[in-house]
Structure formats: structure tokens, C-alpha cells
């Protein structure tokens, strides 16, 4: 340990010999103020009358066409699961307003993707039996969906049935 900290104090001192000897100096003390050059006095007769400070400009208000519709983030995430007090109840159903034809889940568990792919990323994930509005045709590969929750996404055609199963 002693000869670690020579090693630094001789490796300290050494350096400040080297930058005393070829360093560039006192940067600060080199750096002076340039005087800047007085203009010569003028005559009582010629001069000019003092500038008016300029008044400053208030902003323009600018009224808004229309009012920005707020954004509403939708937060995807895991179904929540009843409170085990409430583990052996099942929910009643979210009554859902009919514009299209209603269809039932028909697999176990059926991802619900942003788009017409798996490529797509998983919007939610619907259990067997639940009932969705068709957005969209019904005898496509994938269909355009709602749940009762209000989310919308595509599911794959083969996973729904116009029957409850």
C-alpha cells in the first residue's frame, strides 16, 4: 500500500514538473480586454436627438377553428381477476349496443390483434363463450370485432360462431 501511494506522488509530481516547464502558461493572465476605441466628441450642434425606445408589440391572439379533440389512451393489458371473495361469481355480461350481427368466441383463449395478422400485436385476449359485435364481413379470414368492453381489434374467422357455444 505504501508503495502505491509513492508511486502516485511520484507520478503526480512528475507531471506537474512537465506541464511547469513546457505548459502553456497562465491562460487567464494572457487573456486581457481589448479597449474598445472611444468615438471622437462631437460638436455641441451636430448631434443627433436620443433614439425613443421602440414600444413593445403585444402578441396577436389567434382564435382556434375547433377545439382538439382530447386523445384517450387505451393501456392494453391483463384481463384483472375477481377478488377471491368474489373468485366463484361470474359477471353479468356488459349489455352491448347491437349495430351488427353479435358472434361468440368459440376457442378456449382467442387473442383480439390490432390488425388482420399474427404479425399484429395482441390487443387483449377473449375466453370462450363471450359475445362480440362483428364490424366488419363475417366471412373473412379475419374479422373486425368488438367486445363489451368497447375495444376493437381482429380476430382469426375460425374462432367465432354466430351460435353461443
Do not use: C, K
Not at 493572465?29 to 468615438?39: I, K, S, W, Y
Not at 382538439?68 to 384483472?80: D, K, S, Y
Amino acid at each position: 500500500m505504501i508503495r502505491l501511494g509513492a508511486l502516485l506522488l511520484a507520478t503526480l509530481a512528475g507531471l506537474f514538473l512537465i506541464l511547469s516547464v513546457w505548459g502553456e502558461g497562465n491562460p487567464r493572465a494572457d487573456r486581457r480586454p481589448v479597449p474598445v476605441p472611444q468615438p471622437a466628441a462631437r460638436d455641441a450642434g451636430t448631434e443627433r436627438p436620443a433614439a425613443t425606445e421602440p414600444q413593445p408589440v403585444p402578441p396577436a391572439v389567434v382564435q382556434a377553428e375547433s377545439q382538439t379533440p382530447e386523445r384517450i389512451q387505451r393501456f392494453p393489458g391483463p384481463a384483472l381477476r375477481p377478488s377471491p371473495e368474489h373468485a366463484g361469481e361470474t359477471p353479468e355480461p356488459a349489455p352491448m349496443a347491437v349495430d351488427g350481427p353479435v358472434l361468440y368466441v368459440t376457442g378456449d383463449r382467442v387473442n383480439v390483434r390490432a390488425g388482420p395478422s399474427t404479425a399484429d400485436r395482441v390487443v387483449a385476449a377473449l375466453g370462450r363463450g363471450v359475445a362480440v359485435q362483428a364490424l366488419g364481413p363475417q366471412d373473412a379470414e379475419w374479422v373486425n370485432i368488438r367486445d363489451a368492453e368497447g375495444r376493437t381489434g381482429y380476430v382469426a374467422g375460425r374462432f367465432l360462431s354466430a351460435s353461443a357455444p
